[in-house]
């Protein structure tokens, strides 16, 4: 008999819509059931490609004894925390305070008025490594509660008041300079890991944004060690085991310093955000390598992630069937020498086991090993290295295939238009502009309500119950904004207008300048999440900083740059202290320093050869966070395409920063020197 997860549009809930738990979703229903039954709550947090959920889903929650038990006593609640990013990250504060770690699937006891008082993660079917049983903790809560009430309502109460009193030390609410910028690129460097690239030790997760910020450095000041670091490290990704070397795409992170063995779930966020990194490497550097991951990388998203909608999936699960039944992780990436010659035969199982890294003993687990490029002496046959990749592919397609997250993310889907828009202008594909501008078309035409307010999802088609936060309107916004570049389109500049101008309503500290998670008009929880930290994505502050600054750079708008540079008050704060977590904060913030630069390009029609050239140009141009508008001088699509007139009868582009505009040129050449290229 299904619970009441059944109606749910998030796969992760789906997941548990047959299990003997009397599941509800976040609701106030379940509340006030929980005070009419005098019990407390066990709320549920997890994410469909999450391993450690699958696991506690199958020892716990589908068994008998134990739903017998959590009905009984409990009423429990499931929750995606993809799909409710606000309940996770009030409750995952709560847990990190209490016990100084967090995760997921995470384990939370709360009282009928929703206040934690007990925490975890996973817990074990029986005890073990010191841990109790899940039974052992859901007996002794319930003991608690029936016996030690004022106890339990105190240390609940406690806690709200602890986190009501964790408000943010925002700053002074000004931009960072250079001297916090140098500061930042100094505790970066003390960091970074010269061997391996990358910064900190294991697990290693990819730092996109703060290589964005690396990039961005050397482009405003041409410090060589910013792109330095920056180079190596994506190198150094794109030949571990981290990179599918088969099929493109980026794994979540690397549970080792070296790269070599992923943890193999595969989010949209972390491809979009990489692909556009290695697009931006590229731009600044020429790298072949760059070219070929940004690429392949766009061709993964698009193959393996569009939905039939034209939105991307959330994640592709770490785990699949290895063949025997059995859900194993990385069984659909991994290979033994065995396999290799089944496929392959004798000599070319030889080159592959040589060219990809795998050994006899392996890298992974089993004898099975993670895909890798390493350096090595000798020069490889490129025909029959391609020949050898492309049967494998081919093979590995056999497989059973990971599960997918078919729920649309909006704030992830803004993440991939951008991506994808300037990858496909960038190497001259049409094919991946016309994917972005499709998952668009899906954010306007099922996210957006006739106010623009923004839903966080949609599935098949249909939109999910719950409002976007503050991450959806910032990064739909700034898809949009790359779009308006790339295609010349002045609608995408409207809509990413209209999402902004909730941000500056509904996600703003009028006296402050600080920003929400979540709009003054949500779903009131013990606390308004608040967090300008940049973790797997860009915060929802940096963000909507960043969003805002290249809006006001198209249109002017003092409002929203003021806001802008209102809401870097923190990364003046945090960002020489604790660079690596707000990275996306120093790269907006480069962008303030450099202007940044307004480029408007004019000609006779887009289609225009010589107007062509002189857009190419403006989009490879590396200034951090310029922005390019492209039309016909009668054009009213864009602001900045005002008063720009044809030069002599030719295309031309206009350069301006800080109120100061170049003399326009019709030289493609002037106009890269002109964007610092």
Known sequence: MPNRLAQATSPYLLQHADNPVDWWPWEQGAFEEARRRDVPVFLSVGYSACHWCHVMAGESFEDQATADYLNAHFVNIKVDREERPDVDAVYMEAVQAATGQGGWPMSVFLTPDAEPFYFGTYFPPAPRHGMPSFLQVLQGV???????????????????????????????????????????????????????????????????????????????????????????????????????????????????????????????????????????????????????????????????????????????????????????????????????????????????????GVTEEGTFEEGASVLQLPQQDGVFDAGRVESVRERLLAARAERPAPGRDDKVVAAWNGLAIAALAETGAYFERPDLVEAAVAAADLLVRLHLDELARIARTSKDGRVGAHAGVLEDYADAAEGFLALASVTGEGVWLEFAGLLLDHVLARFTDPESGTLYDTAADAERLIRRPQDPTDNAAPSGWTAAAGALLSYAAHTGSEPHRTAAERALGVVKALGPRVPRFIGWGLAVAEAVLDGPREVAVVGPALDDKATLALHRTALLGAAPGAVVAVGTPESDEFPLLADRPLVSGEPAAYVCRNFTCDAPTTDPDRLRVALGG
């Open 142 to 356: 319930h003991q608690a509660w029936a016996d030690r009430r004022d106890e339990v309502t105190d240390v609940a109460g406690k806690i709200v008041r602890d986190l009501a009193g964790r408000e943010i030390s925002y700053g002074d609410a000004q931009v960072p300079g250079e001297q916090e910028l140098a500061q930042a690129l100094l505790g970066l460097t003390r960091e970074y890991d010269p061997q391996r690239g990358g910064f900190g030790g294991a697990p290693k997760f990819p730092p996109s944004m703060v290589i964005e910020f690396l990039l961005r450095h050397h482009a405003r000041t041409g410090a060589e060690g910013a792109l330095q670091m920056a180079q190596d490290t994506c190198e150094r990704m794109a030949r571990g085991g981290i990179y599918d070397q088969l099929g493109g795409g980026f794994a979540r992170y690397s549970v080792d310093r070296d790269w070599v063995v992923p943890h193999f779930e595969k989010m949209l966020y972390d491809n979009a955000l990489l692909c556009r990194v290695y697009a931006h490497l590229w731009r600044a550097t020429g790298s072949e390598l760059a070219r070929r991951v940004a690429l392949e990388t766009a061709d993964f998203m698009v193959r393996e992630l569009r939905t039939p909608e034209g939105g991307f999936a959330s994640a592709l699960d770490a785990d699949s069937d290895d063949g025997t039944g059995r859900h194993v992780e990385g069984a659909y990436y991994v290979w033994t020498p065995a396999q290799l010659r089944e496929v392959l035969g004798e000599d070319d199982a030889e080159l592959a086991a040589r060219y990809f």
